[in-house]
């Protein structure tokens, strides 16, 4: 009777930890984030701001207070203003060869020259139109810094990199134009790893899919020609690491460190699970994450087609065996009886 009490006390505590404790505690720790499954309206940015100015309330010194709550106001009024040009532009017709003009300008720094730019290498533009969503595009020629919600880092957000584009394509009819040149001619088929060069791999390197910053590791004949590869690697993560106050992980392995629901919120708005981080919104598409995605799961396991493959032969293994099994355990006791 006595060990029959110990268990039910042993399994009233295993089940509240199990049912109570441990999914409170995940819910503190880790909040659940619902994504804009990949519409970049401003709600997001929006709320942020809002939050903002809540969290300010609780400041004790009233100076200090009215001063980041005036701040925090600013900002909400500036992003609601910045979001409703960007929906209001989205509904402009554009015109792709008024657009292929002004898009020659952005040449200057997206050449494919692999030179770094104020941080880091401008990324090949070649499948902008299937990466980028429409009005992330269009929030992102207004203002670069506002529209990858990293605009808290500046004073001014034309010292963001990109920061004069404000200054190359300057009316909503003109922004129309570039937007519409790059969703209708900036498109075609998208490879995974494609995807990935294009819109992470000038922050990221893919050990396992032999990506640095720099791009795809070419081949090497000598070792010499080895180092000098490493020694630009190093010089190109020192730069990144200045821009971004620290070196964005490797992504060989992200895809079993982290759930996909964490990372395609993360980089729907990397600010809705890391508050203050610092890297950028990226402004995919549906399809350019699940492109990218797909490239991540592929250097992350790359065994997993084979070993699905595999399965059913184990599977099918096993139940020829336990038939041997049976019979023969049966050969051996039969006359036993
Ligand atoms: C002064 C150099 C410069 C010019 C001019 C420029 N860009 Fe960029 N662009 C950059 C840099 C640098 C980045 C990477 C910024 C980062 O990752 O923080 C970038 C990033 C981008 C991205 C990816 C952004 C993201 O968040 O994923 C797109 C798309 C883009 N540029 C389009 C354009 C277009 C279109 C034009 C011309 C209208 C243009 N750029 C002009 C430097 C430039
Ligand atoms: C302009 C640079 C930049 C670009 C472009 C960029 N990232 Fe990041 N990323 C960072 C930085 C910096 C961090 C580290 C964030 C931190 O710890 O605050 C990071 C962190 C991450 C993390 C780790 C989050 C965690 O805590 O586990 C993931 C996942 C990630 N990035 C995915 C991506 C993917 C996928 C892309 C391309 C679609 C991408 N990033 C593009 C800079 C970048």
């Known amino acids: ?90 509904k402009i017709k554009g015109n792709a060869a008024s657009g292929e003009a002004l898009f020659a300008s952005c040449m200057g720094c997206h050449n494919g020259s692999g030179v770094n730019m104020g941080g880091v290498i401008p990324p090949s533009l070649d499948h902008a139109g299937s990466l980028y969503d429409k009005k992330y ?34 009316t909503p009819q003109q922004i129309a134009d570039v937007v519409e040149f790059i969703k209708t001619k900036k498109v075609g088929k998208l490879e995974p790893k494609q995807a990935f060069l294009e819109a992470c791999a000038r922050c990221h390197a893919d050990r396992y899919g032999n990506i640095t910053q720099l791009g795809e590791m070419p081949k090497f004949k000598t070792e010499k020609e080895a180092l000098e590869y490493k020694i630009k690697v190093l010089a190109e993560q020192d730069a990144i690491k200045a821009y971004m106050g620290k070196l964005p992980p490797d992504l060989s392995i992200i895809s079993r460190a982290r759930s996909e629901h964490f990372i395609k919120t993360f980089i729907e708005n990397p600010q809705s699970q890391l508050p203050g981080t610092s890297m950028p919104r990226v402004g995919l598409t549906k399809e350019g994450f699940e ?34 099994a049976y019979l023969w355990k049966k050969s051996q006791w039969k006359d036993l009886h």
Do not use: C
């Open 1 to 90: 009777m006595k060990e029959f009490k110990i268990l039910a006390v042993v399994a009233f505590f295993t089940l509240v930890t199990y049912w109570g404790v441990e999914p409170f505690a995940h819910s503190q720790m880790h909040k659940h984030v619902e994504g804009n499954n990949f519409a970049y309206d401003g709600k997001a940015d929006v709320e942020e701001s809002a939050m903002a100015i809540e969290a300010a309330k609780n400041i004790e010194n009233p100076a200090k207070k009215a001063a980041v709550i005036d701040k925090a106001t600013k900002k909400l009024a500036e992003k609601k203003a910045f979001w409703a040009d960007v929906n209001a532009i989205s």
């Open 137 to 170: 595009l269009i929030a992102l020629l207004k203002d670069p810094a506002i529209a990858s919600n990293v605009d808290h880092k500046y004073e001014n957000t034309m010292m963001h990199p990109m920061g004069t584009v404000k200054t190359m394509v300057t």
């Open 291 to 324: 492109k990218v995605y797909t490239y991540l799961e592929e250097t992350g396991d790359p065994s997993k087609d084979a070993r699905h493959a595999l399965g059913p032969w184990v599977i099918l293994f096993f139940v020829v065996f336990t038939i041997l």
